[in-house]
């Protein structure tokens, strides 16, 4: 195991590293030092390439995309700290969004999931005693049996033609001609330490987005059927994707997602070229491809882990904080949800980075990501014209029922 994994307190190693290594690299300080890396060298093989008339569908790899470095990073600072609360990817077609999230399944880190039906955790004994779970969980937990299994984080995707049925679960129809109610399982609590991604996410329709975004921001939700009501744990990463010329999203959906990416296409001619590449070696044979990127991808995930583990660590100091909330206001941005995404995502930031503290740098990082698109041109002019009713008014007051001095 590389020892990375272990952020350091203070930068000292100024090792230099050579954009052209081609080898897993021993002398990288960071996650992040290892993406822009490996994102950065030339593919190894070129020329002629042999068709392994494998059919199955593979993810390219994610360390194997060209540029895109900003539409990256917010997709590992959300794995690497989901308190980000999500990322919106915005850009036309063909420009990579899709392949990129699918990209992450390599890359994505272990968690610990509940091995029973009702989704029983040791921790809810814990907190709440031992009939906080299922009878069957009771024992095996009293055995000194685990309840938990070790799996890990997966990618979901909602297909667009789903039904609020589906996405939030609803009476089993199969019970219910036996005259039994039970509930069945939504795609949001399967999705629970999972990632559900999106594709086209504006043409969704409002109660499903709704349901959505109240159970990522909430972290369970309530079904209610007849007689029956069950709460289900849904702790998951939202990622979504659209294309701006296929319709807008409404501008309090779009404030609830934490980074905003604008995802455009690649401008630098030599950045197509290796990308065509690429592209092309990938489609005549994805196995060899992926070999390519496999030691580094093995690398990346283990220190995706890393970082997650620490992230509760990881301190914020007073003056970056304060930094951000001056810029916040100079920007006359009003969400709450503003500091959140901003100091979760520099702390995520400063992780990947190795460290333990947030410096003014990580937040000069982030701050693009986590503030566009924020700044609502109607509330301004709203307060604005308030501000300027509440001076009528006053002075109207004053006119009327003036003070004595
Ligand atoms: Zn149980």
Same mark, same amino acid.
């Not at 566009?372 to 700044?375: E, F, G, Q, S, Y």
């Given at each position: 195991m590389s020892d990375l994994s272990k952020p350091v307190q203070a930068e000292n190693n100024n090792d230099s590293v050579s954009s052209q290594t081609q080898t897993a690299p021993a002398s990288v300080r960071s996650l992040r030092e290892l993406i822009d890396l490996v994102s950065g060298r030339n593919l190894k093989s070129s020329g002629a390439q042999e068709e392994s008339g494998i059919a199955e569908i593979l993810p390219f790899p994610f360390l194997g995309l060209v540029g895109q470095t900003e539409m990256k990073l917010a997709l590992l600072l959300s794995i690497v700290n989901p308190a980000v609360g999500g990322v919106l990817l915005i850009g036309p077609r063909g420009t990579g969004k899709t392949t990129t999230v699918r990209s992450l399944i390599d890359l994505l880190p272990e968690v610990q999931r509940s091995a029973c039906f009702y989704g029983c955790m040791p921790e809810d004994i814990e907190n709440g005693g031992i009939d906080a779970v299922c009878p069957d969980c009771a024992r095996k937990y009293a055995e000194g049996k685990a309840l938990t299994i070790t799996d890990r984080v997966r990618l979901a995707e909602l297909p667009l033609n789903a039904k609020l049925e589906d996405v939030i679960g609803g009476l089993d129809e199969r019970a219910v001609l036996h005259e039994r109610f039970r509930l069945k399982r939504g795609i949001l609590s399967n999705a629970d330490q999972n990632i559900l991604y999106v594709d086209e996410v504006n043409l969704l329709s409002d109660d499903i987005i709704d349901a959505i975004l109240d159970a990522a921001a909430q972290g369970t939700y309530t079904v209610r059927r007849g007689p029956i009501s069950a709460t289900y744990k849904a702790r998951f990463i939202f990622i979504g994707s659209m294309n701006p010329e296929e319709g807008g999203l409404r501008p309090q959906i779009m404030d609830r997602f934490g980074l905003r990416i604008i995802v455009s296409g690649l401008s630098e001619s030599k950045d197509r070229l290796e990308a065509y590449r690429r592209t092309s070696a990938y489609k005549s044979n994805p196995h060899k491809l992926i070999n390519e990127f496999a030691a580094e991808t093995e690398m990346v995930q283990s220190e995706l882990q890393a970082a997650r583990s620490y992230i509760s660590k990881v301190e914020l100091p007073e003056e970056v904080a304060t930094q951000g909330i001056n810029l916040i206001r100079n920007l006359e941005i009003?969400? !709450?949800r503003e500091e959140i995404t901003l100091f979760e995502a520099a702390k995520a930031y400063a992780a990947i980075d190795g460290r333990f503290i947030t410096e003014m740098n990580d937040l000069r990082a982030v701050a693009p990501m986590a503030l +566009? !698109? +924020? +700044?609502s041109i109607f509330m301004s002019k709203y307060f604005d014209e308030r501000k300027e009713e509440e001076t009528l008014l006053n002075s109207a007051l004053d006119q009327h029922f003036p003070q004595d001095e």
């Open positions: 009003d969400s !709450l +566009r !698109l +924020r +700044r």
